[in-house]
């Protein structure tokens, strides 16, 4: 069976993978997404094959030279509000709504049911909402913690940059264990805060879904987070592109 090559175009990466109806493939890679070019697409997606490519992008400018290119391999779709997406929307003006989200709630429809809520731990935190019509109807968009701990670094003299892990303890015997304990554990306080307001708007018992590359360490420490799923995104593409490209 021949694949899709799935294209999630997000702000500091760019992912690459393939699927069809069946599944994701093994073969996955990614770029920086300040390198996308041609010539960096040529090189990468020289000996990969594939009949058609979705492409969900929040960063337009790179997303148009991705298009350009694949428009002369194969038929290129971009994920938006108007694709088939197998949910409904709620939401006032429905251009405004990231592709990378829909493609969270087409994946988290699907493998959790709805209601439900998507937690996409990126360059920004968002919180996405699946009503139980099912429907996008949502969400909360908030700094990622990458980005609040790298601005500590920038803009202050004497703090260091830190690597995110599990802090030991959340009085910090150094400058580094009290950034990092103030980084991790405040940013759960963030999320907890977050769902608990979004728990109290969203009528029955939402699934809670947690994708991104923080994912991991954020919800090791929060039971409210119910299922880590690294791929989702990836998955949303594959499943929006059986409806889009067949």
């Not at 015997?173 to 940013?187: D, N």
């Amino acid at each position: 069976m021949s694949a899709w090559l799935l294209i999630d175009n997000s702000n500091t990466r760019t992912k690459f993978a393939l699927g069809d109806a069946d599944g994701l493939r093994p073969w996955r890679t990614w770029l920086p997404t300040d390198e996308i070019s041609t010539a960096t697409l040529a090189k990468l997606l020289d000996q990969v094959s594939f009949s058609g490519a979705l492409v969900a992008s929040v960063v337009p400018a790179k997303a148009a030279i991705i298009e350009a290119f694949l428009a002369n391999l194969c038929p290129v779709h971009s994920l938006s509000a108007a694709s088939d997406l197998g949910i409904g929307i709620e939401y006032p003006n429905p251009r405004q709504i990231g592709a990378d989200r829909l493609a969270n709630a087409i994946a988290v429809h699907h493998s959790h049911g709805a209601p439900a809520i998507v937690i996409d731990f990126g360059t920004a935190v968002t919180f996405d909402v699946v009503s139980a019509a099912p429907a996008y109807c949502g969400g909360v968009i908030a700094p990622g913690l990458g980005a609040m701990s790298d601005y500590l670094a920038r803009r202050t003299a004497l703090l260091p940059m830190i690597e995110l892990a599990e802090p030991a303890h959340a009085i910090g015997k150094s400058t580094e264990e009290a950034m990092l304990a103030g980084a991790v554990i405040g940013y759960r306080g963030l999320v907890r805060e977050i769902l608990a307001r979004l728990l109290a708007e969203i009528p029955g018992t939402p699934a809670i879904v947690a994708t991104g590359g923080d994912a991991p360490l954020i919800a090791a420490g929060l039971t409210e987070i119910q299922h880590v799923c690294p791929n989702l995104t990836l998955d949303g593409l594959r499943l929006a592109a059986i409806r889009n490209l067949r």
